[in-house]
Nanobody, 116 residues
Framework: QVQLVESGGGLVQPGGSLRLSCAAS????????MAWYRQAPGKQRELVAT???????NYDDSVKGRFTISRDNAKNTVYLQMNSLKSEDTAVYYC??????????WGQGTQVTVSS
């Protein structure tokens, strides 16, 4: 069982920045595909960004150019740097870990609120 613990959420004004972190309790973190999802009130959970085991990244069109996903395998941590935040980015953000063909895990979520 892998525990994923997110941190870094909070309240920020439009145009501001936040960095989310997700620490994973596994000794084989580098083998996991990691991702960030988000879920706004009344909406389905959606994929925000992914990062592969060797660092390849993909982003939803709505965050391209504003968000950056990265990982530090030595710290078993994945990050989501969020810049130029908009009100529509308000959501609970979830960390997700997938070991292909074996298992997948979710974090408990961290609230991000963009409001003036």
């Amino acid at each position: 069982q892998v525990q994923l613990v997110e941190s870094g959420g909070g309240l920020v004004q439009p145009g501001g920045s936040l960095r989310l972190s997700c620490a994973a309790s596994t000794s084989i973190f580098s083998r996991y595909i990691m991702a960030w999802y988000r879920q706004a009130p009344g909406k389905q959970r959606e994929l925000v960004a992914t990062i592969g085991s060797i660092g390849s990244t993909n982003y939803d069109d709505s965050v391209k150019g504003r968000f950056t996903i990265s990982r530090d395998n030595a710290k078993n941590t994945v990050y989501l740097q969020m810049n130029s935040l908009k009100s529509e980015d308000t959501a609970v953000y979830y960390c997700y870990a997938r070991l292909v063909g074996v298992s997948n895990y979710w974090g408990q979520g961290t609230q991000v609120t963009v409001s003036s």
